[in-house]
């Protein structure tokens, strides 16, 4: 029985892939739920495994193409005896193109010209009146993506001089540089920092925050919470408790602007940024507000894990109401993060740094963190904007008032 491998669902918000990496060939024999191919989406690595056991017939989807929800990846004979390639010629065609009359992955990977849209991106071409004629692409042979429909609409440029294309003759120091194609996440980051900056208007606000208690309440008790709760005590769920408590006084900060209303949301989903080796990605820590220190820092390392090895959920990086990212683990002295739409602001953390500082008229040295607010002018004034961050700075030097909620 023939089955057919097709583009899975994704997520309301996703409705294309990239083709990663297949780990089975055309013939070969597979079991059931065993990987077939990686598909790389703006958010997460998704796999998809086999069905049913039996022989991988055609891939009609080649590595590094786009391919659409549905679209279909490859053929399945299904059947526990089915053959291995040795035993079957029949599946030579499909396994050495060379040979064959119809060659394995060309047709539907390659179908469409350079500068060619979609199907998606010339629906949202058509519906927005956008001229993609003459645009260079970033998906596979320059075809045309939907986010590249996107990038237009956002930048206001014209067609033609939004995207430019690869230089007709050789580069001066051509010899000595390196091609490689952006990742489908690389792509979406740009396209949604870039969305981020085009759309809303974008402020940032510093403050510093002494980090003597906190360090101090930290170092008093990380052996017995590691102990009782199996996971570190770090700095990031008081980061998070923090941040709770000032986004209650002020909701505009947790807020995002939807057509012309403002959107209140009555709930603390905090977004904490994770450095992976495809990109940075977001997963969300659902009713933060609910949840204990202990609970928290769980939370972080499981998703910071799963981040790193792609196996997170879409859901798990979607629903966010506002997001806190440390560049501090990297060295980072100061910053100005970019939010993440359609979310109104967030928090930067920093490196830790012993400065003098002026304390009761005394010269003494303290542990000292720069931190930073950029939100959306938009919808945040400046007075909730600084207010918002003070309140974070008094939560930290005063660890207490975390606990009390204060």
């Known amino acids: 029985m023939a089955v057919e491998i097709r583009v899975p669902q994704l997520a309301e918000s996703i409705s294309e892939a990239t083709v990663g990496k297949w780990s089975a060939k055309a013939g070969d024999s597979v079991a059931r739920d065993q990987l077939l191919v990686e598909l790389e989406t703006d958010k997460v690595t998704v796999e998809v495994n086999a069905p049913e056991a039996g022989t991988l017939g055609e891939i009609l989807a080649a590595e590094g193409a786009t391919v659409q929800v549905g679209d279909l990846l490859a053929t399945l004979t299904a059947g526990t005896g089915a053959a291995k390639p040795a035993a079957k010629p029949a599946a ?49 042979d320059g075809r045309v993506t939907k986010g590249d429909v996107m990038d237009l609409l956002a930048s206001g ?19 000595r540089e390196e091609r490689q194609r952006m990742s ?9 920092l870039k969305e981020a900056q085009n759309t809303a208007a974008l402020l940032t606000t510093f403050n510093e ?75 969300v820590i659902r009713d933060a507000d609910h949840l204990s220190f202990a609970g928290i820092e769980k939370t972080i390392s499981d998703m910071g894990k799963r981040a790193r090895d792609g196996k997170l959920g879409i859901d798990e990086l979607q629903g966010g109401s506002f997001s806190i990212t440390n560049g501090g683990v990297f060295g980072s002295l100061m910053s100005t993060p970019i939010i993440n739409p359609p979310q109104s602001a967030i928090l930067g953390m920093h490196k830790i740094q012993d400065r003098p ?12 963190m720069y931190v930073a607010l950029t939100y959306d002018h938009r919808i945040v004034d400046g007075r909730e904007a600084v207010s918002f ?18």
């Open 184 to 192: 489908k996440l690389r792509q979406v980051i740009a396209r949604r």
């Open 357 to 368: 500082m002026a304390i009761n008229g005394q010269v003494v040295i303290r542990p000292m």
């Open 92 to 140: 030579a065609p499909a396994a050495a193109p060379a040979a064959a009359p119809k060659p394995a992955a060309a047709p539907a990977a390659a179908a469409p010209a350079a500068g060619q849209a979609l199907p998606a991106a010339a629906k949202l071409a058509a519906e927005k009146n956008v001229n993609v004629a003459g645009v260079a692409g970033s998906g596979r």
């Open 209 to 283: 925050v002494d980090m003597t208690a906190l360090m101090a309440a930290r170092k008093q008790y990380v052996d017995q919470f590691e102990k009782k709760h199996g996971v570190r005590l770090g700095f990031m769920s008081f980061f998070v408790k923090a941040c709770v408590q000032a986004l209650r006084e002020f909701p505009a900060v947790n807020a995002e602007i939807e057509g012309d209303e403002i959107v209140f949301k009555n709930y603390f989903n905090i977004g904490c940024a994770v450095s992976t080796p495809t990109g940075l990605v977001v997963p």
């Open 389 to 406: 961050l003070v309140r974070v700075k008094e939560c930290l030097e005063d660890p207490q008032r975390l606990l009390f909620e204060m």
């Open 157 to 175: 440029t014209t067609a033609a001089a939004a995207k430019p294309s690869v230089p007709a003759g050789p580069r001066a120091n051509g010899d």
